[in-house]
């Protein structure tokens, strides 16, 4: 297993939409445990292939406390969405900026497994929000676009500094 680098907003290839996983293989097998190896020690609740630069439709999920039930969904897909709730959200794309985004509360999701094999997942609350938030990923997109022009022009400034900083 190995560590991934994550990438930061606002790298374009962030914004890089991933396609379907056409064969579960040994490969796809090796990046999802390397993901959730990375999400674990970052430590985070969740990551998409897009944050290591893998444009796949792959995400892991673990939002227990005690980190012993992750989830990997391939080619996952919103079935069905209901209700509306607001949570503050980060990512570890962004690091340090944390706000609001209004995301169904109860989502149904339809993905395979690790073997290749369908599955249906219905998630409520925290799990939905994150896997919402995970496949927006994977269609290129950022949590932040959910907020004002102005709070991503000051976001977008801020992570350009630290990146300066950083070098
Ligand atoms: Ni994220």
Same mark, same amino acid.
């Given at each position: ?26 490969? &796809? $097998?090796?990046? !999802?445990? %390397? ?10 609740? /969740? +990551?998409? @292939? ?56 109860? &989502? $149904?999701?339809? !993905?395979? %497994? ?10 409520? /609350? +925290?799990? @939905? ?39």
């Amino acid at each position: 297993m190995a560590l991934l680098k994550i990438l930061h907003f606002p790298d374009p290839r962030l914004h890089l939409v991933a396609k379907p996983v056409a064969a579960v293989d040994a490969d &796809i $097998r090796q990046l !999802a445990a %390397d993901m959730a190896e990375t999400m674990y020690a970052a430590p985070g609740i /969740g +990551l998409a @292939a897009t944050q290591v630069d893998r444009h796949v439709r792959l995400i892991v999920v673990d939002i227990s406390e005690e980190k012993n039930r992750l989830l990997t969904l391939i080619n996952p897909r919103i079935v069905m969405k209901e209700g509306e709730a607001v949570r503050e959200e980060g990512c570890l794309s962004v690091p340090g900026i944390y706000d609001k985004v209004t995301r169904a509360e109860h &989502i $149904r999701v339809d !993905a395979l %497994d690790l073997e290749g094999k369908p599955f249906q997942l219905d998630a409520v /609350g +925290l799990l @939905a929000v994150c896997i919402q938030h995970e496949i927006d990923h994977l269609d290129g997109k950022v949590f932040v676009e959910y907020l004002s022009r102005l709070k991503q022009a000051r976001i977008r400034h801020k992570l350009e500094k630290q990146a300066r900083e950083a070098m």
